[in-house]
């Protein structure tokens, strides 16, 4: 049976009693394939208020919400305010891409097609299947669902909505299903763009100052065997 990590419970009680659902899922991947998933999920003031009066406590709704639901050892749920909307925000750090995956493929509606850190190379592609928003749809109930990739190294082909340095940003649309593609190279990051290709000009500049070092030892060397040898046959000559 699938265990459908983090704040299960709320999309299932926003789904049924809300007119409006935000839902923010960000994933961090670092260089060695470590990472974080972060899950978000905000309610109106409205919204909130509509929770309470089902008994479920403004200053504790994260909390309540969390412990109906299955978490992965090492998830961590926290209850932030953003101006008039509460946010419920779930962190669950992830070893290497195969912890990742598995909580991917525990989450409804997520199909991991391809997940790999190869040789420098990272590949992402995660299906997204939002059909029983189909169902919300029907109960006048809007789903908003913001899909986001922190990528290692230098971010490459990709089919995100937007993109903000290392960061992908995907809209993801009810009512259907999403394949979200993205690719990155590690090895660029030492000579592409920016600052870092200072580090071209230092090396053009060391290797230039090697061969004048190497053409000045030449000279000299050549110098003094012309020397030692002049005198030589001077010497001989004078025998």
């Keep these: 049976m699938k265990r459908h990590i983090l704040f299960v419970s709320i999309v299932f009680l926003a789904a049924l009693l809300l007119s409006a659902c935000q839902t923010q899922i960000a994933t961090s991947v670092k260089r060695d394939g470590s990472g974080e998933l972060k899950t978000s999920m905000g309610f109106t003031?409205?919204?909130?208020?509509?929770?309470?009066?089902?008994?479920?406590?403004?200053?504790?709704?994260?909390?309540?919400?969390?412990?109906?639901?299955?978490?992965?050892?090492?998830?961590?749920?926290?209850?932030?305010?953003?101006?008039?909307?509460?946010?419920?925000?779930?962190?669950?750090?992830?070893?290497?891409?195969?912890?990742?995956?598995?909580?991917?493929?525990?989450?409804?509606?997520?199909?991991?097609?391809?997940?790999?850190?190869?040789?420098?190379?990272?590949?992402?592609?995660v299906t997204v299947d939002t059909t029983g928003a189909d169902q919300m749809a029907m109960a006048g109930t809007t789903l908003s669902l913001t899909w986001q990739l922190d990528l290692p190294g230098k971010v490459g082909s990709n089919n995100a909505d937007s993109a903000s340095g290392s960061t992908l940003t995907w809209d993801i649309k009810p009512g259907g299903s999403q394949t979200l593609h993205a690719e990155s190279d590690l090895n660029a990051g030492l000579f592409s763009g920016g600052s870092s290709s200072n580090w071209i000009y230092i090396l053009c500049g060391t290797l230039a100052c090697c061969l004048c070092l190497i053409t000045l030892v030449a000279l000299v060397l050549v110098v003094v065997a012309v020397v030692m040898e002049s005198r030589r046959k001077k010497e001989k000559g004078q025998e």
């Design 45 to 125: 003031a409205d919204e909130v208020q509509m929770l309470q009066g089902l008994g479920t406590s403004s200053s504790d709704l994260c909390n309540s919400a969390s412990q109906q639901s299955q978490l992965p050892p090492g998830a961590t749920v926290k209850q932030e305010q953003r101006g008039d909307e509460t946010w419920c925000v779930g962190t669950l750090p992830f070893a290497d891409l195969s912890a990742l995956k598995s909580a991917y493929e525990e989450t409804k509606g997520v199909t991991v097609n391809q997940l790999d850190l190869t040789n420098g190379k990272f590949v992402y592609d």
